[in-house]
T-cell receptor, first 112, second 111 residues
Framework: DGGITQSPKYLFRKEGQNVTLSCEQN?????MYWYRQDPGQGLRLIYY???????QKGDIAEGYSVSREKKESFPLTVTSAQKNPTAFYLC???????????FGQGTRLTVV | GQQLNQSPQSMFIQEGEDVSMNCTSS?????WLWYKQDPGEGPVLLIA?????ELTSNGRLTAQFGITRKDSFLNISASIPSDVGIYFC???????????FGTGTSLTVIP
């Protein structure tokens, strides 16, 4: 099946620890994105990548880092510098920038 | 970053009723997308619009790309309980390089 897969679905971490969220797609899409969603709010862009080995900061990149070493994979690291990391994280991909984007099922991160 | 103005924020309707929601922007958009999100899941793409004035249907859903290119509308006809969820609009401006999302419309369908 073609699609975009995020793992894990739920993640718990202690404050001060870095954590990495996985995002894999087998749609052969060039562009990938990471969004953060908080209750009652829309999606906010963290990072995006138009092509392998390239990525750009979105609106709320502070405290996050990404890599794009393979076309299929775009992992997001939530670092200890992120002041309020508990949120629902969504990964998406599109054939190229600014075309229809398809989302993964999300990862709910809780930092205690 | 820019957020789109989406209304209404929430709707409570009887099963069988039609639903309308809209999204507006202060800038011109080249693409409008409509998504539905169930609780705890990722958004699912419903309809994509690429041309001003375009009217596109997907089953009981119909969406339109506004003539001014600053708005879009989504209609759901004859609502059913599984229509419950949060509907998001998203757009790409002709000056930007990212998607902008609305704040969502929460739909509750009462059987």
């Amino acid at each position: 099946d073609g699609g975009i897969t995020q793992s894990p679905k739920y993640l718990f971490r202690k404050e001060g620890q870095n954590v990495t969220l996985s995002c894999e797609q087998n749609l052969n899409h060039d562009a990938m994105y990471w969004y953060r969603q908080d209750p009652g709010q829309g999606l906010r862009l963290i990072y995006y990548s138009q092509i392998v080995n390239d990525f750009q900061k979105g609106d709320i990149a502070e405290g996050y880092s990404v890599s794009r070493e393979k076309k299929e994979s775009f992992p997001l690291t939530v670092t200890s510098a992120q002041k309020n990391p508990t949120a629902f994280y969504l990964c998406a991909s599109s054939r190229r920038m600014n075309t229809e984007a398809f989302f993964g099922q999300g990862t709910r991160l809780t930092v205690v | 970053g820019q957020q789109l103005n989406q209304s209404p924020q929430s709707m409570f309707i009887q099963e069988g009723e039609d639903v309308s929601m809209n999204c507006t922007s202060s800038s011109i958009f080249n693409t409008w997308l409509w998504y539905k999100q169930d609780p705890g899941e990722g958004p699912v793409l419903l309809i994509a619009l690429y041309k001003a004035g375009e009217l596109t249907s997907n089953g009981r859903l119909t969406a339109q790309f506004g003539i001014t290119r600053k708005d879009s509308f989504l209609n759901i006809s004859a609502s059913i309980p599984s229509d419950v969820g949060i509907y998001f609009c998203a757009g790409v401006s002709n000056t930007g390089n990212q998607f902008y999302f609305g704040t969502g419309t929460s739909l509750t369908v009462i059987p």
